[in-house]
């Protein structure tokens, strides 16, 4: 790999936000790359997830928040599994795409935030997930609506997806937590 | 033997069939399961991808209701077994978490309530003696891929569900029931899982690779224990079909689905008719006509 980082004393890198952001000692890594190894999708990503570390250590600023890894990552944990110095790297990806989704950064292909902003929804609004619902607002969100659809007959005639919303769900605490996240957020925590 | 039993979101919509094997299972065996009112979502991947608070505190929401019958937490799904594990692990880790999360429940949680999945239950509690007693029908030989993804073993150190890179958790109730178990590479590859709609690419490659690999270790079907593997191991060998012109036609069951099937259960009880890769071949290798 080359990687190339820009000197520039105003940029600010990532490292340590990202280690407060997750408690753990990225210094410690030593290239030994097999979390790349492992990860099922860093052959389908222009970088893995050890690339990314070095990046960190190099002090990159938000332009690592452009990268397609972390939203192809799929959340799998083998990295963090097999890391030989315990470093959690499926968290450094939570934390980085927490970071990309605010610092608003290139939302490659596919539209995960999009995905997740619709689930989230609609356990804010049932306090759980309403499929139909869910999908219905990621899919007006993309514009593809016909992805999956050849599907959609045979799981209504077999009801393998809800078609009312949830009921029985304990609403208000839920959206006393969505609440407080909120909050939390814009006091910095 | 009775635990508090979270069903999860999909038990109410695309895994109908995993809760309800899962209930038909335990009801079988004498398992007394008890929803606590009102659960709620454990957030799933889009929780811990978008908020650490959110993750910790949405599976709390659950767990501290169950926290004063002073039973167990038990998980059918890999997923919100996954995520109420580390919401827990995390609380009890960190004391402004707890005092942040127990704000927003308007109680506090210290993160203590035992979270099983109910494999860990019928292997440790029922036991697979007593399995064995209870069986009406052998598997015949069957030859059965065990699939246990990532979120039942990783992290590790969290879950500390059997042995992360070679778990035999689901083998050996395999083998109790008379099926073979196969050795194979892909028992804690990824599927993709919650990536299905928003990187469907990426869901269809992963999973042509683990089909790829139970056809070739011969297996007659693959055991899940995990809402999210299923429907992607299922359902997109239709996109793998249409995509790459591999026909699998792999049967993907719920372990509960098969466990049932010898208990004796009825294939509709056990929501068999609910896969998309027909199960047919499984369910007359165990004998029910």
Not at chain 2, 13 to 19: E, G, L
């Amino acid at each position: 790999m080359t990687i190339t980082i820009k000197k520039d004393k105003r940029v600010k890198g990532l490292l340590r936000r990202i280690a407060d952001m997750t408690g753990a000692d990225l210094g410690v890594c030593y290239q030994c790359k097999r979390c790349t190894s492992g990860c099922p999708v860093s052959k389908l990503a222009a970088s893995g997830p050890a690339e990314m570390m070095r990046r960190l250590h190099l002090n990159a600023g938000d332009e690592l928040l452009d990268s397609d890894i972390i939203w192809t990552c799929v959340s799998c944990e083998t990295c963090s599994a097999r890391c030989p110095m315990g470093i959690d790297v499926a968290a450094v990806m939570d934390a980085m795409r927490t970071l990309a989704r605010e610092k608003r950064a290139a939302r490659q292909k596919g539209n995960v935030p999009l995905f997740n902003l619709a689930f989230l929804q609609s356990v804010r609004l049932f306090g759980r997930s309403y499929d139909i619902a869910m999908i219905t607002a990621y899919k007006l969100g993309t514009l593809k609506l016909m992805n999956d659809t050849d599907k959609f007959p045979a799981m209504l005639r077999k009801r393998k997806i809800a078609l009312l919303p949830p009921l029985g769900a304990d609403r208000k605490t839920t959206r006393r937590i969505f609440k407080k996240a909120r909050q939390r957020k814009e006091a910095g925590l | 033997m009775k635990y508090a039993y979270f069903p999860g979101c999909s038990a109410e919509s695309t895994a109908r069939d995993m809760h309800a094997s899962t209930t038909a299972v335990a009801r079988s065996l004498g398992i007394e399961l008890v929803e606590p009112k009102g659960w709620t979502c454990c957030g799933a991947t889009a929780g811990h991808q978008t908020d650490r608070f959110l993750a910790a505190a949405l599976p709390a929401a659950s767990l501290a209701k169950v926290k004063d019958t002073g039973l167990d937490m038990v998980v059918s799904c890999a997923a919100c077994y996954n995520r109420m594990k580390i919401a827990n692990h995390e609380i009890s880790a960190s004391p402004d978490l707890r005092k942040g999360v127990g704000e927003a429940l308007g109680r506090d949680y210290d993160g203590s309530v035992k979270v099983r999945h109910f494999l860990e239950v019928l292997l440790n509690d029922v036991g697979t003696e007593t399995l064995q007693g209870s069986v009406k029908r052998s598997l015949n030989g069957l030859a059965v891929a065990c699939y246990y993804g990532c979120l039942l073993v990783r992290p590790h150190d969290v879950t500390c569900f059997d042995d992360p890179e070679n778990p035999t958790s689901m083998d050996r109730l395999v083998t109790a029931l008379g099926g073979r178990a196969l050795e194979w590479p892909h028992k804690v590859e990824c599927c993709g899982g919650g990536l299905s709609l928003s990187r469907t690419d990426v869901v269809v490659r992963l999973t042509e690779s683990i089909l790829g690999m139970a056809q070739a270790a011969g297996a007659g079907c693959i055991v899940v224990a995990c809402p999210m593997c299923q429907i992607n191991l299922d359902m997109r060998q239709l996109d793998i079909e249409k995509q790459m012109g591999k026909s699998y036609r792999m049967p993907v069951l719920y372990i509960t689905q098969l466990i049932g099937l010898c208990l004796g259960l009825s294939p509709d009880e056990l929501g068999l008719d609910k896969l998309m890769i027909s199960a047919t071949d499984v369910i007359q290798a165990v004998g029910v006509a």
